[in-house]
């Protein structure tokens, strides 16, 4: 299996657990960049994932990317030991999915995190006034 499926997790990951790095601006662009992308079919993966460490690497992101590194290590470092040229993809490519069975929508996954987590589609609650008790 490439790397980029594991690079679309990451930030999954990051939207999830540290959501609270990423600013309204940020949440923003980030759907909109997510909207943007090619529907999932398996030889879009590369370019999703490039669209998203591109997004990324901006100096006003330094924190999410950095995050979102940490992420991508952890979850590397859970693969089995093998030769890395394994999981390089183009030519040494190898399919997480079994045979006959489509693979993960990662942009639709991308959307729901987003979704989930975003203060855009889920903006906190309004205060309430604590109300005032009649005195006897």
Request: glycine share 2%.
């Amino acid at each position: 299996m490439s790397i980029y499926p594991y690079s679309i997790q990451a930030l999954i990951q990051v939207i999830e657990s540290q959501s609270n790095l990423i600013s309204h601006q940020d949440w923003g662009e980030l759907h909109q960049l997510v909207i943007s992308l090619p529907e999932d079919e398996p030889e879009d993966v590369e370019e999703i994932s490039d669209r998203i460490e591109n997004w990324l690497k901006t100096d006003s992101r330094n924190q999410i990317y950095q995050a979102y590194n940490q992420q991508l290590q952890q979850v590397m470092g859970s693969l089995p030991p093998t030769d890395w040229n394994t999981y390089a993809g183009i030519g040494k490519s190898k399919s997480q999915t079994k045979p006959n069975q489509p693979s993960p929508p990662y942009k639709e996954l991308l959307d729901n995190s987003i979704k989930k987590n975003s203060p855009l589609f889920n903006p906190p609650p309004p205060k309430q006034q604590p109300s005032e008790t009649p005195r006897l």
